[in-house]
C-alpha cells in the first residue's frame, strides 16, 4: 500500500480512536555491497527495506509502535499496541509532537551523480582496491576485505498538527583491509572513506596507506609501563569522541549520566579547544535540514575556546531546561523513540600539519587504533581503558611501531589536557551522527605495556 | 509460512543462472521494550518486523537480497535480484520441498509479547527500586526489559523446509553510584531463550541490589595499577576471555580464508591441557541456545578444545565448502538482513580439577577480576582486549582492596597456555555478540580460573 493511502486511513482510525495527537515517521531505501577476493565477487548483496513507526502522545506520554507492513491489516494491531504500551507509561517530563517550522534550510544530502554509479563500477572500484593493496609490497600476503556499499534512502514525517517533511540522501562506503606478514606474524590495517562525493575516492592512495601501515606494524614492539605525551591520530579520535559525545547530551546531563550538568559557561577544556556540532555542513554525511522532531537544523558550539557554551537538546529536554530545541532530537532508528544524537560533531582542526604536530610532542606516542571501545570505555564516567597501537616518536619524529599496549584516561580530563591539533579534519563513520576530529596532541594518558 | 509452491518457485527462479544453492529465510518478529529512568517507566516501544532474505551460492561465492515484501511477488523480485547478479539464465531444475519437523528443546510457555505488559513493569520496577534504594549513594538507575518473539523458516534447494518459533527475554539493570564528581556503574543483565515465564525465574530485588553493590563499591576502589600480573578471574562472564581470545579464531568465517592463527591446527596443542572448551547450543532455554541453526541444521554440542587439543572449528554451510569440512550446524545471522556465517551459542571453558581457594592463594601478587566486562579481538592477530567491571587486588593469596578502569590485553593463542588453574563451580552468562552476520545472542561461560600473566591497564601512580 502506498504510504499516503496507509497515513490516511491510519490518521482516520487514529481520530475515531480519540488519539488528539499522533505523528508517522516512515523509512523507505535500498542498499547495495559487494566484496571481492582474489579479483571475484566473493560476496554481493541488494537490499530495499521499508518501517514506519507510529507515535501518540496522551497527556505527556508518549506510546511509540511500528510495523514494516503497510497493509489495512497491520491498523488493527498498531492501535493494540499503542493502548498497550499506556498501560504502563507514567507521568514523566513532557514530550512533544510538534507543528513544524515557517523555515527549512537548504541542505543537499542526494547526490544525482552517485546514483548513476552503477554496480559494475563499483565492483571494480572493489577490484582496484585488493589489487592496489596486494601490488604494494610483497610483504602483502592477502587482503581480508576489499568492500564498497552504496544506499540510498528517504525520511517522511506526517502528524495531525501539520508536519508534513520529506528528506532523501544518498552515500558510497569503501574500505579495504590488507594482511600484512612477516617470520609468521601477521598484521592488518585498515583504510576507509564514506562519502557522498565520488571525487574524493582515491583508491590507490587507501591501498597504498593501508598497505603501508599494515606493514610498518609488524615489527612492533611494546614499551614501558608509565605516562606519555601522546597524539590521538584523527581516526583514532573521531572512535573516541564517537564513544564520549553523549556527554554533551542534555539528556544525559539531566539524568546525572554525565559529569557536565551544571557546568555551563565554565571551562572545562583547554583554551584552544572547540567542539562544534554542525547540520548544514556541506560535505560531511550527518548533515540533514531538519532533526526527527521537524525541528529546523543549524549549527552550535558546543566548546568554545574550553568555555561549555551548549547541551544537545531535544525538544523535551529543552523544555525542562527551559531553552528551545538545538535540533538535535534523533531516533536511533525508525522504531526507535526520539531521544539525542549529534549531527556532524567535531573538534575545530588547528594550524599546524601533522608532522608539525609530532615535532612539538618531540617524544611520545602517536595513538593509530583504539579497541574495545564498546566494553572499555563509559560515557558515564568519562573512564576508559582500551587496547591501542600505533608508534613511538623520539626527537620530533617517529622511531618505530608498537602495540599490545593499554591506554587508560578519562575524558573529561582529556579535554583540559589538550596541547594543540593539526589542521586536517577527518570524518569518522557515521553511527549516532558523525564525529569528525584532527589528530590531537595531549599532555599525557597512562600506557600499560608488555615492557 | 509462505505456501509451499511459492517457495519452489521462487527457489527454482532464484537458482536459474547457475547457482548450486539457494536458500530462503523468512521472519516474523514482534518485540517489546519497557525503559525506566528517574523513577519513572518514561519510554514503551512495541515493534513488527516482517522480512525474507534469499542467498544463493555458487561454490563460494554469496549472493544475498533482502527486503519487507514477503508477497509472492516481493519473493519472485529478490530470487531474481540475485538470479541476475551471478550471471545470465542458464535453465531451471526442479525443486521439490519436504517440511521437516524438529524437537523443541527450548519450551516457550508464554510467547512473551502476550506475556502480561503489567506484570513486565512490576517486575522491572522491583528490580529498578532496589539498586535506587541500597545505598544514597546511588544517583541513578536506568533498567530495561525486553522480549523478541520470533517465528522463521528456511527453505532450501535441497528440499529442507523447516520453521522454529524462539523467544528471548531479557532484564537489564545498570546502577550509577556517585559521589558528586565522579561516577561508577554496575550492570546486571540476565536473559534467556525463554518466554514470559523468565521473569518468574528472576530475584529482581537482588538482581537490583547486586547491581547497585558493585556500583558503590567501585566507587570506593583504587585505580588498578598498571602492569604485567597474574590474574584471577571468576566464574560467569569471565567466560568472555575464552569468547574473545579463542572463540571467534575458530568460527570458519575467519579460518576459512586463513585469517586465523588457529588455521591448519586440528589435533595440535593450542592450550594449556587444562583448558576443555565447549560450544553447546543444546542447553535447554539458555540465551545463546536454538533448536536449529539459521540454516536450518540441527544445533549440536561442539567439544572445542578437549584437554588444550583443538579438536573442531566452528563451521557453516559455506564455511564447509571453503573448509572441506562438515557443517556443525553453526550457521547463524541476526535476521533476515544477514547472510548467515559460523558463530557462537553457548561457549564455556568446562570444570576443572583445582579448588578455587587455592587458585586465589596461589597469587602473591595479583588481580582478581571478579566481574567482566565485555571485549573485542581480532582474530588475523588474535591481539585481544576485554574490560574488568569489578575488581580486586590480590595480595600474598588474600583477597584485598576493590581497583576500577582495568583493561586486560594480550594475544589470544598466548594466553591459551598461561590459563594454568582451573576451578570448579561454572556458570554462564549473557551477552550480545557483533560480527559479520550482525549481533546475536551468545553465552559466556567458566568456572574461576587463573592466567598466570596477562597485561593490565590500569592507570599508572
Known amino acids: 500500500m502506498d504510504i499516503n493511502d496507509f497515513c490516511r486511513l491510519l490518521f482516520h482510525r487514529a481520530d475515531e480512536e480519540g488519539f488528539s495527537q499522533y505523528e508517522v515517521y516512515y523509512v523507505e531505501g535500498e542498499h547495495f555491497q559487494v566484496q571481492v577476493l582474489n579479483g571475484e565477487i566473493d560476496k554481493y548483496a541488494v537490499n530495499t527495506y521499508c518501517g514506519l513507526s507510529f507515535r501518540v502522545k496522551q497527556e505527556k506520554l508518549i506510546s511509540y509502535v511500528s510495523t514494516t507492513i503497510l497493509d489495512e491489516s497491520s491498523i488493527d494491531q498498531l492501535i493494540d499496541d499503542i493502548k498497550n504500551n499506556f498501560k504502563v507509561l507514567e507521568s514523566a517530563d513532557e514530550q512533544f509532537i510538534f507543528e513544524g517550522e515557517s523555515f527549512y534550510p537548504d541542505v543537499n544530502t542526494f547526490n544525482p551523480e552517485l546514483a548513476k554509479v552503477t554496480p559494475l563500477q563499483k565492483i571494480e572500484l572493489a577490484r582496484q582496491l585488493e589489487r592496489e593493496a596486494l601490488n604494494y609490497d610483497k610483504k602483502i600476503v592477502r587482503v581480508h576485505t576489499a568492500a564498497v556499499s552504496s544506499g540510498e534512502g528517504s525520511v517522511f514525517i506526517k502528524n495531525n498538527k501539520g508536519l508534513s517533511l520529506f528528506k532523501k540522501e544518498n552515500y558510497i562506503f569503501a574500505y579495504v583491509i590488507p594482511i600484512a606478514s612477516e617470520n609468521g606474524t601477521m598484521n592488518s590495517a585498515i583504510a576507509y572513506i564514506c562519502t557522498r562525493d565520488t571525487n574524493e575516492i582515491d583508491p590507490v592512495k587507501m591501498a597504498r596507506t593501508a598497505s603501508a601501515e599494515a606493514i610498518e606494524q609488524l615489527g612492533a614492539s611494546s614499551v614501558p609501563t608509565g605516562n606519555y605525551k601522546t597524539v590521538i591520530r584523527s581516526d583514532a579520535m573521531c572512535d573516541l569522541l ?22 555551563a559557561g565554565e571551562k572545562i577544556g583547554a583554551d584552544n579547544l572547540t567542539i562544534i556540532d554542525d547540520p548544514l555542513h556541506k560535505s560531511a554525511l550527518g548533515t540533514y535540514p531538519f532533526d526527527d522532531e521537524g525541528i529546523a537544523a543549524r549549527s552550535k558550539n558546543l566548546i568554545e575556546n574550553g568555555i561549555l557554551k551548549n547541551y544537545l537538546y531535544n525538544l523535551k529536554t529543552a523544555a525542562k531546561d527551559g531553552v528551545s530545541s538545538t535540533g538535535n532530537g534523533t531516533k536511533a532508528s525508525y522504531a526507535s523513540p526520539v531521544s539525542v544524537s549529534p549531527s556532524n560533531l567535531f573538534i575545530q582542526p588547528g594550524n599546524l600539519s601533522y608532522e608539525e604536530l609530532i615535532a612539538k610532542m618531540g617524544e611520545g606516542l602517536i595513538i593509530t587504533e583504539l579497541t574495545g571501545l564498546h566494553s572499555g570505555a563509559n560515557a558515564s564516567t568519562g573512564e576508559f581503558s582500551l587496547g591501542a597501537k600505533g608508534y613511538y616518536v623520539k626527537n620530533g619524529k617517529i622511531a618505530y611501531a608498537v602495540n599490545q599496549l593499554t591506554a587508560s584516561g578519562n575524558f573529561y580530563q582529556l579535554l583540559k589536557d589538550v596541547l594543540d591539533m593539526d589542521c586536517n579534519l577527518l570524518w569518522g563513520l557515521p553511527d549516532d551522527g558523525v564525529c569528525g576530529s584532527p589528530s590531537v596532541l595531549f599532555k599525557a594518558l597512562s600506557f600499560a605495556g608488555g615492557k | 509460512m509462505i505456501k509451499k509452491e511459492i517457495l519452489q518457485h521462487a527457489l527454482i527462479r532464484a537458482k536459474s543462472s547457475g547457482a548450486d544453492f539457494a536458500e530462503i529465510f523468512s521472519e516474523h518478529s514482534r518485540n517489546s521494550t519497557l525503559n525506566m529512568i528517574d523513577d519513572k517507566l518514561d519510554e514503551a516501544v512495541i515493534s513488527t518486523v516482517s522480512g525474507v532474505g534469499i542467498r544463493i551460492l555458487k561454490g563460494t561465492r ?109 532484564l537489564a539493570i545498570e546502577a550509577i553510584a556517585s ?67 579463542c572463540g571467534h579464531s575458530l568460527e570458519a568465517t575467519s579460518v576459512a580464508k586463513g585469517n586465523s592463527v588457529f588455521c591448519n591446527k586440528l589435533n595440535e596443542q593450542i592450550a594449556n591441557p587444562k583448558v576443555t572448551a565447549i560450544d553447546d547450543g543444546t542447553i535447554p ?15 549440536r554440542k561442539i567439544v572445542l578444545l578437549d584437554k588444550g587439543i583443538l579438536k573442531s572449528y566452528m ?16 550457521g547463524r545471522r541476526q535476521s533476515y538482513k544477514y547472510a548467515p556465517t559460523s558463530r557462537m551459542t553457548n561457549t564455556y571453558i568446562a570444570e576443572g580439577e583445582d579448588k578455587n581457594e587455592e587458585i586465589i592463594a596461589s597469587v602473591e601478587n595479583g588481580l582478581y577480576a571478579k566481574k567482566m566486562g565485555g571485549g573485542s579481538v581480532n582474530p588475523i592477530t588474535c591481539e ?36 594454568d588453574m582451573v576451578g570448579k563451580n561454572m556458570e554462564m552468562d549473557q551477552g550480545m555478540c557483533g560480527s559479520e552476520s550482525g549481533s546475536i545472542p551468545t553465552n559466556v561461560g567458566q568456572p574461576m580460573i587463573r592466567i598466570s600473566e596477562l597485561v593490565v591497564g590500569g592507570k599508572c601512580v
Open chain 2, 285 to 299: 532455554n539458555a540465551w545463546g541456545s536454538l533448536n536449529i541453526s539459521d540454516e536450518g541444521e540441527t544445533t
Open chain 1, 242 to 263: 564517537d564513544t564520549f559525545w553523549s556527554v554533551f547530551s542534555a539528556d544525559n546531563v539531566q539524568k546525572g549520566l554525565s559529569l557536565l550538568g551544571g557546568k
Open chain 2, 62 to 170: 554469496c549472493i544475498y537480497a533482502y527486503g519487507n515484501d514477503v508477497s509472492e511477488s516481493g519473493l519472485i523480485k529478490l530470487a531474481s535480484a540475485v538470479a541476475a547478479a551471478l550471471g545470465p539464465d542458464t535453465g531451471q531444475d526442479d525443486i521439490l520441498l519436504s517440511p521437516l519437523t524438529h524437537a523443541y528443546h527450548h519450551p516457550i510457555v508464554i510467547p512473551s509479547i502476550r506475556g502480561e505488559i503489567r506484570y513486565r513493569a512490576e517486575r522491572l520496577k522491583e528490580a529498578y527500586f532496589a539498586a535506587k534504594e541500597y545505598s544514597d549513594e546511588i544517583a541513578q538507575v536506568s533498567a530495561s526489559h525486553h522480549t523478541v518473539d520470533r517465528d522463521i523458516f528456511i527453505a532450501n534447494s535441497e528440499g529442507l523446509l523447516i520453521e522454529d518459533t524462539r523467544s528471548y527475554n531479557r
Open chain 2, 384 to 419: 585481544f582486549n576485554f574490560a574488568v567491571l569489578e575488581g580486586y587486588m590480590i595480595r600474598n593469596g588474600k583477597i584485598a582492596e576493590p581497583v576500577r578502569g582495568a583493561t586486560l590485553i594480550g594475544k589470544g593463542h598466548e594466553i591459551l597456555f598461561n590459563i
Open chain 2, 179 to 245: 559521589d558528586g564528581t565522579e561516577n561508577q556503574s554496575g550492570t546486571m543483565r540476565p536473559g534467556a531463550h525463554m518466554g514470559s515465564e523468565f521473569l518468574d525465574t528472576l530475584q529482581t530485588k537482588e538482581l537490583g541490589r547486586e547491581a547497585a553493590r558493585c556500583a558503590v563499591t567501585m566507587l570506593h576502589a583504587s585505580l588498578c595499577p598498571a602492569r604485567k600480573m597474574p590474574v584471577v578471574m571468576d566464574n560467569g562472564f569471565g567466560g568472555v576471555i575464552f569468547h574473545e581470545a
Open chain 2, 315 to 330: 563451521i557453516d554451510k559455506l564455511g564447509s565448502r571453503r573448509m572441506g569440512l562438515p557443517s556443525t550446524g553453526s
